[in-house]
């Protein structure tokens, strides 16, 4: 049933999106937000390259008409790197949280919750990469903004002292195999 339901749901983008298409055209913004909500269902679905697809479109409609300083680019560089994460591509999700991280310092500057989000991302990749000393530095800077701009009760802000927890966890392990394969040498 939860299939039916899937199929329902991807019909309903399907057909708002051709409404917004022949309503708007091609190249408007809010036909771009359709794609983006489009890939977001896909990524969730499984269909990554579906979803890198539809990305990539919404992306490149942003920068031609609302430009590449705009928080719905910034999302969208966002939403692509997540997919990408879970794609392998962890190059070119580093990439695009990079610039995910420019565009969102620009837009509200440094100490906003939209920096600190791709902050935490750019963190957890790099934890997945095994550098804990930048994973460990962002998710600092992510923690005192979080924890100025939101409180510290905020869901975010723990979920970035999780996230520390497990990269201080992950760092012990590392160095104990580190240590272990040197007492085997």
């Given amino acids: 049933q939860a299939t039916g339901r899937s199929k329902d749901a991807e ?3 399907q057909e708002a999106e051709w409404i917004r298409f022949c309503k708007l055209g091609k190249n408007h ?3 771009a937000a359709g794609l983006n909500n489009m890939a977001s269902f896909y990524k969730a679905a499984g269909n990554h390259p579906k979803a890198r697809s539809l990305y990539m479109e919404a992306r490149a409609i942003w920068a031609q008409t609302i430009g590449t300083q705009h928080p719905d680019y910034a999302t969208c560089l966002n939403n692509l790197a997540g997919l990408l994460v879970a794609m392998g591509c962890g190059d070119e999700a580093e990439t ?4 995910a991280k ?3 310092a620009e837009l509200v500057g440094e100490r906003h919750p939209n920096f600190a989000t791709v902050l935490g991302n750019l963190a ?3 934890a997945a990469k095994g550098d804990f000393v930048k994973a460990e530095a962002l998710h600092l ?3 005192d903004i979080q924890a100025e701009a939101l409180g510290k009760q905020h869901p ?3 979920r970035t002292v999780a996230s520390l927890a497990e990269i201080t966890r992950m760092k012990v392990v ?3 195999a580190r240590e272990s394969l040197k007492e085997e040498e």
């Fill in 156 to 158: 975010c802000f723990v």
């Fill in 96 to 99: 695009m949280y990079l610039e």
């Fill in 102 to 104: 420019k565009s969102w």
């Fill in 124 to 126: 957890r990749l790099y």
């Fill in 11 to 13: 019909t309903l983008h």
């Fill in 29 to 31: 913004p809010d036909y």
């Fill in 174 to 176: 590392a160095e104990e």
């Fill in 141 to 143: 800077q992510a923690k």
